[in-house]
């Protein structure tokens, strides 16, 4: 039987049909942007942690607003279209009229683009995503871009993506003063909104439901590493190449995954230890368990001398970052001995 319906569906490049969890957004910034057809113009500014649907949103209302409206709509990202020039040659372009192949000047485009919005019959909504990107740079383009309603007749409306609330206050007073924008928060995800998400997704890429727990075990993954659906998807996706000869995507597959992610971890932070650490590691490295007088004494005979208290200290930070498990003895009479060894993969978190 076959497995995908859809295996585009787990790329974090795909729009999805639906955006569980977003639709008081969407439908709030779609209210605000339909108001271009009356003639209003309103700039919004959208801003939340990474990952957590804003981009996709905005792509949302466009392809609705594409397919059911009189708005037309443009798509930038400033990491793509990083200058002045090269973001209002985008949008003349992206409007349907050519640049001469010589170049222009921005002030030129700007120019072309005025001339290209008197005879729009539309209202426009242009996306800057990532805004950021151009707000440490060059902001003179939004300032060219937010004056651009005193020269046409169909409103041009701005919208802002970042992943900070305080971004705008980096902005030059002229521009701050000209924003009249609308702020709109996306807080990230819970668990069960993110499983929620994540089971449309897999509506839409599996033939057969992924067994039992499958769904959980990636949100909660994606949850506990800062909300990022992105996490939750990758996860998936990488689970469902190992399941495909299995026919039905499992929690065993999900695990194989997550326990990889893992050991690569570990062994990014082993690859970055140097000296007395990486030594210990080394020792360690056969998962033996040592008592800390053991350890010492076989640093020293490797390695060359060093006091047992510095040799604690760095024992010590090797536990906080997670590599190395301590254990104490409960007998107290003989005096209380420390075994120490290095994490086992699978429980290395
Ligand atoms: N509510 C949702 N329903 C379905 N998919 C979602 C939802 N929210 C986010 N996603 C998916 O998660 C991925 C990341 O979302 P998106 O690109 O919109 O994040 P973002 O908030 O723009 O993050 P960044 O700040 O890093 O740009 C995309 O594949 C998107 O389709
Ligand atoms: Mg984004």
């Not at 998962?287 to 020293?300: N, P, R």
Request: proline share 3%; glycine share 4%.
């Amino acid at each position: 039987m076959q497995f995908f319906k859809n295996q585009e569906a787990l790329s974090p490049e795909y729009l999805p049909e639906i955006l569980p969890h977003r639709e008081a957004q969407i439908k709030y910034i779609a209210d605000i942007l339909s108001r271009t057809t009356k003639g209003l113009s309103q700039n919004i500014f959208i801003f939340g942690s990474p990952g957590i649907g804003k981009t996709a949103s905005i792509k949302f209302i466009f392809r609705q607003f594409q397919e059911y409206s009189n708005i037309d709509t443009i798509y930038i990202n400033t990491w793509d279209y990083n200058t002045p020039l090269a973001i209002l040659t985008k949008i003349v372009i992206s409007l349907n009229y050519p640049i001469p192949r010589r170049g222009l000047s921005k002030d030129e485009v700007l120019e072309k683009l005025i001339e290209v919005l008197k005879k729009l019959k539309k209202g426009l909504v242009i996306c800057l995503d990532e805004v950021d990107q151009l707000f440490s740079k060059d902001q003179s383009v939004l300032y060219d871009l937010l004056r651009i309603n005193q020269y046409v007749d169909m409103p041009v409306c701005i919208v802002m993506i970042s992943n900070y609330k305080d971004i705008l206050l980096k902005l030059e007073p002229r521009i701050q003063s000209s924003l009249n924008v609308e702020e709109v928060e996306f807080k990230p995800y819970t668990l069960e909104e993110m499983k929620d998400i994540l089971n449309e997704r897999c509506k839409e890429a599996f033939v057969e439901k992924p067994e039992e727990g499958v769904v959980l075990i990636c949100a909660n993954h994606a949850i506990t590493r800062g909300g990022d659906v992105r996490i939750g998807l990758e996860c998936l996706r990488k689970a469902s190449i190992i399941a495909e000869h299995d026919g039905k995507l499992k929690v065993e597959h999900v695990r194989k995954v997550l326990n990889q992610i893992k050991s690569v971890k570990m062994d990014l932070m082993k690859s970055n230890l140097q000296g007395v650490e990486k030594n210990l590691v080394d020792i360690l490295s056969n998962y033996k368990t040592f008592t800390s007088t053991e350890l010492w004494k076989e640093y020293c005979d490797r390695f060359g001398g060093i006091s047992q208290n510095a040799l604690t200290e760095h024992i010590k930070r090797l536990q906080q970052i997670g590599l190395i498990s301590i254990k104490e003895s409960r007998k107290e009479s003989r005096g209380r001995k420390v075994f120490i060894r290095l994490m086992k993969r699978k429980k290395f978190k």
